[in-house]
């Protein structure tokens, strides 16, 4: 039965995307957040809605759904939202193979196609040319600003669902029926914790025991580029799709990642990506091992991401205006833990989190009813 009231702890996309999912099914909903607005991990996120990697079946499904869901509430809202695609483009034999093996696979079940490099610079101008053997074309990436998203979707969960918000207020201690925040114990049927990264604050042992982890992205802000400039879609580099779900099992990927050990200096980070928001500002994104790289502001531009970022792309100028590195946190197996009955921790899987988070929850208040 869904809970008559809940109480979710963070205002980040997870904990506003459950906030969404519980209250169209009838429950009265508190959102605790401990700062004045959403600060975590989705608000430094570059913002692609990001599908690619997910593997056929139920986690491409759910972000399907919350890639809908994302462009329903864009709309009903007014708030900037582009539906970008994403293009891969190929510069060796071993990265085209992986491309070509993934199409295969794929038959009728993605909306995406093998270009050739005349078509791949006809999608985007600004793709590298030298060595280009081609590309993949995926149609259902999309691109939205976190910064304006995470401010209006709790103004549009308050007006269009009643959607109660409690900011600056941090949960410092959980028993269910009781939260304590404020000097204060307040208390709902069901407990949900959206928390990202400061969960290990209050659950130590899941991280402990692994099955929530930690891990960290480097996102670098380009200086505003010419008058009009539009990248056109999402650019994403070949390297790192080998360890994506939808990629891992490929024959292609294997040899792939066996290059990329032998020589990693040449394949630069992995998971490179790029897109432009409604500002018109470039972000790139890439994942970092557990210690952050100590390059920061101009140095940056003599780390292995410029390296992978000029191979990928002619972009007019790649001075940087802004860099950040933030960790999420996942959940390894299951989106809700539960410690102790009427209390759940929702964390998304390893991955793009602000892509799942409207399915996920759909999945989550479902499985309460
Ligand atoms: C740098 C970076 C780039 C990324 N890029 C992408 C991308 O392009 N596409 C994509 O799909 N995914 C991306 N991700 C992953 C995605 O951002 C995360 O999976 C997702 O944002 C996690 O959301 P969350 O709500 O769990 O956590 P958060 O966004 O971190 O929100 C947690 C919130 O809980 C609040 N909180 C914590 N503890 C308490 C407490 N005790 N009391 C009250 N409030 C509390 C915090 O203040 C915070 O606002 C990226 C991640 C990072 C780090």
Request: charged content about 20%; hydrophobic content about 45%.
């Amino acid at each position: 039965m869904i809970p008559s009231t809940a109480i979710v702890v963070g205002a980040g996309i997870v904990g506003l995307a459950l906030a969404k999912a519980l209250a169209e099914r009838g429950c009265r909903v508190v959102v605790f957040e401990r700062h004045e607005r959403a600060v975590g991990a989705s608000l430094r996120s570059p913002g692609a809605l990001w599908l690619l990697g997910e593997a056929n079946g139920r986690l491409l499904e759910l972000a399907r759904r919350s890639r809908r869901a994302w462009q329903e509430f864009c709309e009903a809202a007014d708030v900037w939202y582009e539906s970008s695609g994403c293009l891969v483009p190929a510069y060796s034999d071993d990265e085209m193979a992986l491309l070509q093996e993934f199409c295969a696979a794929s038959g009728q079940q993605r909306d995406c196609q093998l270009l050739n490099p005349a078509q791949t610079r006809e999608r985007c101008a600004q793709v590298q040319p030298r060595g280009l053997r081609g590309a993949l074309w995926s149609g259902e990436e999309a691109v939205l600003d976190p910064r304006v998203a995470l401010r209006q979707l709790p103004l549009w969960l308050a007006d269009r669902l009643d959607v109660e918000f409690r900011w600056k207020h941090a949960v410092t201690r959980v028993a269910h029926p009781y939260v304590w925040s404020g000097g204060r114990r307040h208390a709902a049927d069901a407990i949900y914790l959206a928390g990202g990264a400061d969960l290990p604050a209050l659950y130590p042992q899941l991280f402990a025991e692994g099955r929530l982890s930690l891990l960290r992205r480097q996102v670098v802000r380009l200086a505003a580029q010419p008058d009009g400039f539009r990248l056109g879609c999402q650019l994403h580099g070949v390297a790192g799709l080998a360890a994506w779900p939808a990629f891992a099992a490929l024959p292609a990927a294997q040899r792939l990642a066996e290059r990329a050990q032998a020589d990693s200096a040449e394949c630069g980070p992995d998971d490179l990506l790029l897109l432009q928001n409604g500002s018109g500002e470039i972000l790139a994104s890439h994942a970092l091992s557990a210690a952050p790289a100590a390059a920061t502001g101009d140095s940056l531009q003599a780390t292995p991401l410029f390296d992978a970022l000029r191979r990928l792309t002619l972009l007019p100028d790649c001075r940087i205006a802004q860099s950040w590195q933030t960790v999420h946190a996942c959940s390894a197996g299951d989106f809700a833990i539960q410690p102790e009955a009427g209390v759940s921790i929702v964390a998304a899987p390893a991955g793009p989190g602000l892509s799942l988070a409207f399915g996920l929850a759909e999945e989550v208040a479902a499985a309460s009813a």
